[in-house]
């Protein structure tokens, strides 16, 4: 960490902030520049005290060198990783898609559902069972009866089932169903329920906050590792800005920043990502080309029928030709899209 | 809720859309313009369900009219609400602080900065025993011997405690402590947790997260007021925007917006609004004369040696200096400091 | 145009304002919601004026409907427009690749670059002559030496050249020698420049300010058409956001949304777009992938040396590298990269 | 600046990078830390040479250390400017309260505004008569007309007139008329145009741009300083961020922040701010409290006619309200509000 002193600091003031640093433990070298004086702080890190010094007399700024994060860096772990859950895949080459619809709705849709979104290629089914929604009003989802809907298709299609925990006293239930807890955006910093999937024995697919930072998702991440479980996927869904013609901002180079920091597999969400279901396939297109290890997409039966998201659902339709383009584009960056080379005819 | 068909809309989608409408159990009304046709969608309102006609045959835009929030509403309620325990007030006319330590970190800290403050006229304090921290490296809290800490302030100096609760298994032990659960920025969209704050029978301070819009603030509120408390303040602490010379961006409109829109008192939160010493007061003092119900301000004996927040702690000199200001600023204002006419001298 | 009024709005409120509309020309069409009364505005849009509406007794918002522009509207004009120049294509399914240093700073410099760019399958150059920098301690460009510089290369590559331009009193010089003329981020609104450059006789490329909507960046392209220049390109090159970890934001959702309401060529620009070459080429097969029709890339002999911006170029064997895999994705969505297919050997 | 390599950059990394430090005329001082290696450099600043250094083998970051902009630093000149013009002043203690309409309309309105907004104490009079407008199609001004009409109200009321300029062509015109010179947010980095009103002998209003940072901010007013006009005025008027329910986020910490590094008179601007005519009090008492040192607000005879921004135009009354209680909250704050402590009766 570096100490930014003032330009008009003093002598005392300089001496009194290294002390400061050396307080903490730390080896503290004072360089004195032509404008201001600087002091490196030297030593295993220990971020968080040492953003405090930023009161201290006579500093401008504290500013820090090293990632907050360990587990997840590439520094400790030098090659990616990858997720694997029966035929689904992400990380080091594959490319996995989990498809399927926003919630669970009822039998007919979450079954026909899995069969198309099997049939077009997808190698994972994501449904929503506890559904976290804005409005106290709004649908709350069909909670362990959608599980067992979703355990159901499995048993049918050998897709793996991705769903939501919202919360800790469900993820022994949501567990006991599914392939892979889902941590949704608006809990990615819940860190009690980070904690409790993090021992839940299962993989873990972590969704970015609208406003997180990537140091922040790093760190979130972090503690999930740090219960022992690495079976992680990152989610980029999407961020807050001005942009009102889509519902968030889907900054792919999340892609190319993530895979130089960490070795956890990537996953891009172009429908929460966008808002529009007319854009879902542009933004799924651009995300392989740049290098994303999966995919998660929405898809319904009846998109102007569901009991949400419909405005961003693609038809069974749409994502058939969705992926077929997918996987050619797959190929022209030499990835694969993992048990789509042959769809279920 | 209005639907805006595309402007090269057919008459046959104008009707299945219409159709759509009055399948939801609206009226339909067709108003066609000079470059397009919208149909204004009325009756009581499901704006979940109608957001999926977005994806409708020829549909440009779905637009909502009716606020998504009830009890939270002045249309409700039309007189301002105000949250009272012991001599701490906010809303309605009364202006309550609340200050005290980002964590408590032991027992002469809480002890000195719980006299400190309340000297200079705060009525609530402050102080973290649970501590949401970005890293799970980071110091955590003192947990139950933090909240018994600060339990024996209160004991001595009358202030009510204010303390925040990161899940729904601490909610029953803080509540034992604790006069006001706050809901941290973090967890303003853990639905789990509103649900059990909302039923836990004491007052709330419900942070806004730093991306929410104010329709999500009002429903993360409508979720705790669902539960039957009514005891709520909502606080602004500032939102993630390009800006990076402050922590966060502090937006005071939002007390005026707030006022306009619902009964509830607004706090708000120039400490982490900001995220530097010296921008705490003037903030402060503008939070008060737009109209602020509340305050709440971290204090620390020593903000250079502090676990957490150093950078952005008032010490006991300064915040007695802001709270002299603060006092003239309200008066200016026609508002009123509670607690603070008479500092203990 | 719709207006809200408040659901407590009375009815000479609501009369009021239905008369208003009526003094501004168009039909009111008064609806009478379960909870609140709207206010359909039909005729010619006068958007500007409606807007003080708001203002108006018992208001509480007033939502447009229709689009602010006009002859960049694909109402207007259906089928998607390409701008040719030379070999340079972009639109209508070319995809023109414009390539170059950030500013022109030697003739070593510029014509070295223009021969790898070209050898690589680029067709305009890209290098900045009047350079507006942030600081004005910063290097400023050659100016017209720079221009001079350009159109020699121009001569030898074939390439057509693409310069900024950043005030009126520059356009006629920088038309002698450029093809393209670009009006930069910063000047996106600067409408004295946009009516200048629509007058040039030149084609246009308009860069997207970091903080516009869609609609102001198409009304600024408005202004330009305005003038009977229908040689314009818009270019997205990423909005300013929280994010820290990019220069810029990128968001190609941007390509879906113009592509549907504009017939203007979608150039992306992944070097500003993300500021760091290591994720400029990630960026590139992205933005192709998702239907880009053309790319702007800063390229330089050696970027650690270069006088602006090296810490986005790529050098010559990146350029070519990205350029070899962007043929590759070009073809996977059915696009084709112009002047690239037989690059010179 | 530091330059910060990769912690796992090699000898010959370190050394190439301290060379290329060494090249640019700087001393290299190496720091090997427990992590990583820092290099800092010292002497003179060369900035944004520099940033190429990024691009270097083995460097994660570089980082700037000294601030970017000089004349307008509180480290070149300590004490705060103050900007007088006839009974106007701004700075230093002093608060100067700008009003007017949005637009000059006509003879009556001017005229009928300047005696309103002198009555309730501003001394000088805002009003557009070349005017920036996001649409080609919406009411451009009233031109050379509209400074006449100004200049007019100036010899009856004594105001000092505040009014735009958007191009250097118009400069000398606009010179000739007004007594401060407004450069819009559209135009802050509008270096031809900050240039010209350097040089044009007239005090200078500067907008913050929606989406500058600070250091963007302060440099484009080393732009006008640089050509030796040092009568500048800085001027926040909103940034842009995700919130909807205002029309831009007014950030007050800009205040303390840019008292804190610039002596540059600090002027608040609640219309645009907050886009909302009953918002626009609540935060013109808050940017006083904060520390203002002055104001500026549109004020319209009849806000819902206006030709342009009546949802944020004041009435008369509600501007005198407004002006009655500023003074008190100035008066809390220790703050005069030039003019105005004698308001005609």
Do not use: W
Request: glycine share 10%; aromatic share 4%.
């Amino acid at each position: 960490m570096i100490v930014v002193m003032e330009s008009g600091a003093t002598a005392e003031q300089i001496e009194h902030m290294a002390e400061a640093v050396r307080r903490l433990g730390l080896r503290a070298s004072v360089i004195e520049g032509t404008e201001r004086t600087v002091i490196a702080a030297i030593g295993e890190k220990r971020a968080d005290m040492m953003e405090s010094l930023a009161s201290g007399p006579g500093v401008a700024a504290v500013m820090p060198i090293a990632a907050p994060y360990k587990l997840a860096s590439r520094e400790v772990r030098p090659d990616p990783s990858c997720v694997r859950v029966g035929e689904f895949a992400a990380g080091a080459g594959a490319v996995g898609v989990i498809a399927g619809p926003c919630s669970v709705e009822s039998e007919e849709q979450i079954m026909s559902a899995a069969r198309a979104v099997k049939a077009a290629g997808a190698t994972a089914l994501r449904g929503g069972a506890f559904k976290p929604r804005t409005s106290p009003y709004s649908f709350q989802g069909m909670k362990e009866e959608g599980l067992k809907l979703m355990a159901a298709a499995r048993e049918e299609t050998g897709l793996a089932v991705v769903t939501e925990v919202m919360g800790t006293d469900d993820v022994e239930l949501v567990a006991r169903y599914a392939d892979v807890l889902q941590v949704g955006a608006r809990n990615m910093q819940n860190y009690r329920l980070l904690e409790a999937v993090g021992g839940a024995g299962r993989p873990v697919l972590l969704k970015r906050g609208p406003s997180a930072t990537m140091d922040e998702f790093l760190l979130a991440a972090e503690y999930i590792l740090n219960e022992g479980n690495d079976q992680l996927m990152l989610c980029e869904r999407g961020i807050r800005t001005f942009e009102g013609h889509t519902r968030f901002t889907l900054p792919l180079a999340s892609i190319s920043y993530l895979h130089r920091k960490t070795h956890l597999p990537v996953v891009i969400d172009p429908s929460h990502g966008t808002g529009h279901t007319y854009m879902v396939p542009d933004l799924a297109y651009a995300a392989i080309a740049a290098g994303a290890d999966g995919l998660m997409v929405e898809v319904h039966p009846s998109p102007e029928t569901a009991l949400s998201d419909g405005y961003q659902s693609l038809d069974f339709a749409g994502f058939e030709a969705m992926m077929a383009r997918c996987r050619r584009v797959a190929e022209a960056v030499d990835q694969e899209l993992v048990g789509s080379t042959v769809p279920a005819s």
